[in-house]
């Protein structure tokens, strides 16, 4: 049974008793019928543009989307998007039906073409309920039937037989205009695979693979949308190992990378499978999900064999960096979040000291939260690496990154700037008698503070200075006392006479 919020009734309502019909589509019906709770609700309806807009007069409206058809009402506090049956949306270009089947069709899938209102229930005109409540959720391209003229029938006999597996069949059931006219939905339904456990059905992927190039007029920035759904997914690491054969066409720089053995006692998979499986190991967050994704590209590229036959990939991560910034270019990735992949696939491979001493250094030379997420990054990454995820590496990055997280929540001194006490404060204190000695004496104080965290503390420091300075004093009067006896010794010597040989 599906129940809809009260805004929405009132929306759906609002229409009727103007005298529209008015449906929920798309993805809310889809997600109240597997139980979810959609945020998002959508209507449909046979009402035109300026009716739409009379019927809400006494509500707020938003005309924003009008150019492609939409208009977003707010019904208590609820925004909806209110729009007339649509055939075909093209950018800021909209062609519109007369029916509401026509608007289902143009939905792509058959899960996302359905409608329900409370007075006629769920209208299902492509069986879309069946791929939802089965054992396994399907996604399944919505097409149509095609009949070939005589003219058609010779030219793609074995075009047919390949779909139908009947030479002699004069029509065949085909789906390619759900991905010719929308080229991103390629990705789109590989994202829902991996943002939820769906399976795309055998003619669905056949389609998609006989439509890959429609990729080439694809938005890039809708194409950037979706793939970042399909590396932020729950399931991402299992979708593009499955699924490389279409994402290579989006992404040519991992095809070399698919089936690469890499020759290394090392890695249990081969580079592809690498990548895929650090994606899903990855924390997920954009920069980090993505940096896993481009970090191991340049390998094929770098890769050498040594006299043992083991694989060597010197250089790869820089030649990463390099493919990572062709395809963010590309895709018309934001510069800053460009910029923080590009740093994160260049660094990869840095060695982490087990050191805490060490630790600090890394941490001023590159930043605390860069480092927090480089960290991450190298996790995930020698966690994919290997069928056991938890090995001796592993475990000993995790200890760098607990004790990484210690140092920032606990304020540990990692940089001179955090130290206690200034140069300022040794001068006032008449502690030192120059510049140069107030850096010596505080670059000791700091080496200090890094090996005993502890003390750092104002009054400690001082004291140490104090102490410090007065044992310098005493070395240094200790020292003028030997070079001045010294000099005695030497003055007692030059008045001593000179004795020569008696003449006989």
């Known amino acids: 049974m599906i129940i809809l919020p009260q805004p929405v009734n009132e929306a759906i309502e609002q229409l009727e008793n103007a005298g529209f019909d008015a449906y929920i589509v798309g993805a809310c019906v889809r997600e109240l019928i597997l139980g979810n709770s959609p945020q998002d609700f959508d209507i449909v309806t046979n009402a035109e543009i300026n009716d739409i807009l009379f019927a809400f007069r006494d509500y707020r409206i938003s005309d924003e989307g009008m150019q492609r058809g939409e ?36 939905r792509g899938f058959t899960m996302n073409a359905m409608a329900y209102s409370p007075r006629t229930g769920l209208i299902d005109p492509y069986g879309g309920k069946s791929c939802l ?14 009949t070939l003229s005589a003219k058609d029938e010779k030219k793609s006999r074995e075009e047919r037989k390949n779909r139908s597996g009947e030479s002699d069949a004069e029509s065949y059931y085909d789906m390619s205009r759900s991905f010719t006219i929308a080229p991103w939905r390629l990705l789109q339904a590989i994202r829902y695979c991996a943002e939820d456990e769906y399976e ?34 729950k399931f991402a690491a299992r979708v593009l190992e499955r699924y490389g054969n279409i994402l290579k066409y989006v992404l040519p720089e991992i095809e070399p990378c698919m089936g690469f053995n890499q020759h290394s006692e090392y890695h249990d998979f081969d ?61 018309e990735f934001e510069r800053e979040l460009s910029e923080e992949i590009s740093w994160l696939v260049f660094h990869h491979d840095v060695d982490i000291p087990d050191d805490r001493k060490e630790l600090k250094a890394l941490i001023r030379e590159l930043g605390a939260e860069d480092l927090k997420r480089l960290l ?55 502690l030192v008698n120059s510049e140069r000695e107030a850096e010596e004496l505080i670059n000791v104080l700091f080496e200090i503070v890094l090996d005993k965290p502890s003390f750092n503390n104002k009054l400690m420091l001082l004291d140490m200075a104090e102490r410090s300075k007065n044992k310098l004093e005493q070395l240094a009067a200790e020292r003028e006392q030997r070079l001045k006896a010294q000099r005695e010794r030497e003055k007692s010597r030059r008045n001593e006479p000179i004795f020569s040989k008696k003449k006989k």
């Open 200 to 233: 795309i059905d055998e003619a669905t992927q056949a389609a998609m693979q006989q439509n890959v190039s429609c990729f080439e007029y694809a938005e890039s920035g809708r194409i950037f949308d979706e793939l970042s759904r399909i590396v932020m997914g």
């Open 133 to 146: 409540t089965g054992d396994i959720k399907r996604v399944v391209a919505i097409g149509e039937t095609v």
């Open 271 to 331: 580079v592809w499978e690498h990548i895929a499986r650090s994606v899903g190991f990855a924390l997920p967050e954009p920069a980090i999900r993505f940096a896993m994704l481009f970090h191991d590209l340049g390998k094929p590229d770098c890769f050498s064999l040594d006299s043992k036959g083991n694989g060597h990939f010197r250089g790869h991560a820089e030649r990463g960096r390099l493919l990572a910034e062709g395809i963010m270019r590309r895709l």
């Open 71 to 106: 208009i977003l009402v707010t019904v208590v506090g609820m925004i909806i998007q209110v729009s007339p049956y649509r055939r075909e949306v093209v950018g800021n270009r909209v062609m519109y039906a007369q029916d509401l089947e026509t608007d289902l069709f143009r």
């Open 376 to 430: 991450q990054c190298e996790i995930a990454d020698n966690r994919a690496k290997k069928e056991d995820a938890e090995t001796a590496d592993v475990k000993r990055l995790r200890g760098a990154l607990t004790a990484l997280n210690e140092i920032l929540d606990t304020g540990e001194c990692y940089d001179i700037r955090q130290l206690a006490v200034t140069k300022r404060d040794l001068t006032e204190r008449r």
